[in-house]
Nanobody, 118 residues
Framework: VQLVESGGGLVQPGGSLRLSCACSGFAFSNYVMRWFRQAPGKERELVATIISEDGIVHYADSVKDRFTISRDDAKRMANLQMNSVKPEDAAVYYC????????????WGQGTQVTVSS
């Protein structure tokens, strides 16, 4: 099983960044895809969830109307489009896959750093 995030880096406040998560080794379409983030000294925070390709999504209040989560089941990819980025969005962002139905199986990527600075 592999979840490989990419797209992190330095972004200016107000800018945009697109994170991607390439997945392999599990039945991607049967999994809920989520993005978490963790800033230094803070707990890991759930940012966005996408249940299925036809679009059931959920966002943390802190990113609602700025971030968009998407998935492409054919390409086994999950993405997080980050717009109007704020300094408080700086964190390591993790891709997560969890089964829709029991038994619960969960996988994590290694994380990608997002730095927000002018």
């Amino acid at each position: 099983v592999q979840l490989v995030e990419s797209g992190g880096g330095l972004v200016q406040p107000g800018g945009s960044l697109r994170l991607s998560c390439a997945c392999s080794g599990f039945a991607f379409s049967n999994y809920v895809m989520r993005w978490f983030r963790q800033a230094p000294g803070k707990e890991r925070e759930l940012v966005a969830t996408i249940i299925s390709e036809d679009g059931i999504v959920h966002y943390a209040d802190s990113v609602k109307d700025r971030f968009t989560i998407s998935r492409d089941d054919a390409k086994r990819m999950a993405n997080l489009q980050m717009n109007s980025v704020k300094p408080e969005d700086a964190a390591v962002y993790y891709c997560n896959a969890i089964t829709r139905y029991p038994p619960a199986l969960e996988y994590w990527g290694q994380g990608t750093q997002v730095t927000v600075s002018s």
